[in-house]
């Protein structure tokens, strides 16, 4: 790990970014930097610790995070206010994820947000004719919410441990959702000793396509479905937008929030643990990554088709990266106040936590706005959406405005997701435990 520089008399904002070497992650970061500069006062420094895959990749995205930064930055001092640490993590192995955690926690004396980027598509490729006639026939509906993405059914990831007898994880389901999801666990006492910016924030990223309509909460990690990326991403909002609700506080804030590595004190914590983390979710829009892989003259085409959708009137189309990062780096570097004044319309009208997506207007000016989820429709408001900016963007066709019936459906399934990630937590927990003490 490479040493953060020491800030005298400043106070350092600790962010965490996951799979930063590419697309949306690496966005991330220089935006971080950049509204860091441009937001908080010179008595505050930021320390972005994001992680990569290998040590070539950490290499790579360091020397490239240090160019953007000696470009954008106003000045060499306002530059030294900004330090990246790159660490390794693949979230498919919950070891490589338990490595991470006890770094983390043995060196970093908190965490102010952890922005849980790195994303698997898990897609085996594309219906061609079912892609053409509906980009031909259906362009801004196909290329936001694409029905012609195919990926293989069940598939896990390497066996974690050298026991015999180990039960299955999905892979998609385990880069996507369970490993940060550990990973958000095992750091939580970090994330209580937050400060800065209020209580300790985790920001999920997940996808304009989630729908509950994807997920099945007797197969939540998505292994018998041919759609284990939008099962994974409806899980990952299910999970965030019920955090704060009574009914999933039982697993929610009582279990996944305790963590053994509180009992782990270091002369480096000089704060109490005693502040709960707040959990968000976010999604970049539609951007133009390599998670779709594709050859050069598709992605090209891929982009002008994007383009398009943006000029017919898109709001989700931002395609560059760098704006697609608008609406996590809001949520995991605002202040408190402007984020409860940003949830305070649903909250009033009886909501609670928004899905915050980056949308952009024909000219690339970009925000992060509320968009509009099966199932919790803006905020969690029952009926009209309540904020009028919401109710005139392009919506989904066939989009319903909330029910009673519904919202209560929702939050009975985030009860059941939460109820069933921590016993999976827990028994994971378990063998890895029982694999360490063998080994
Ligand atoms: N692009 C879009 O339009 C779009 C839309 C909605 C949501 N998103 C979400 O945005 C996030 C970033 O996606 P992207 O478009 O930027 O894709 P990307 O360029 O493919 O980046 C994905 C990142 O995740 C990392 N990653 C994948 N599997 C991992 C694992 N098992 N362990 C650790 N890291 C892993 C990748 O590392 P390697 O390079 O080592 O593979 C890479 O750094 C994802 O969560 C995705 O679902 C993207």
Redesign the pocket.
Known sequence: MDQAKPASKQQMLHILV????????FSICCRLADEFLSSHPESESLTIVF????AR?AQDTIRRLEAHLQSTSPSASAAARVHFVSET?????LRSVRALSRKLVHTLPRLDSIVL?????GWSGISWIRAIWDVCTDLLHAVTWPAYKLAPVGVLTDKQTKTEEEPALGAVF???VF?HYMLAHNVAPLLKRARTNGPGRVVW?????ATWKFFDIDDIQGLRTDAP?ESS?ALTDLLALTSNLPCTAPWAIDSFLQSETELDTHAIHTDAPDVNPLMYVS?????????VPLILPLTWAMIAIFWTARLLGSPWHPLS?YL?ACAPVFLALASQADLEAAEEPYRRAGGGRAKWGSSCGRLGNESAVSTEVDGWGHGGVVGTPVVEADRLRRRKRGAEDLTKENRVQFEELGRQCWKQMEELRLQWDEILDQAEARS
Request: proline fraction near 2%; aromatic fraction near 2%.
């Open positions: 996951t799979g930063a070497n590419s697309g949306l992650g992680t990569t895959r290998s990749k993590v693949d979230l498919g192995d980027n790195a994303g698997l598509g385990c880069a996507n490993g990223v997940s996808s304009i396509e990326y991403k999604h970049p829009g539609i951007c133009a990554t390599s998670i990266t697609g």
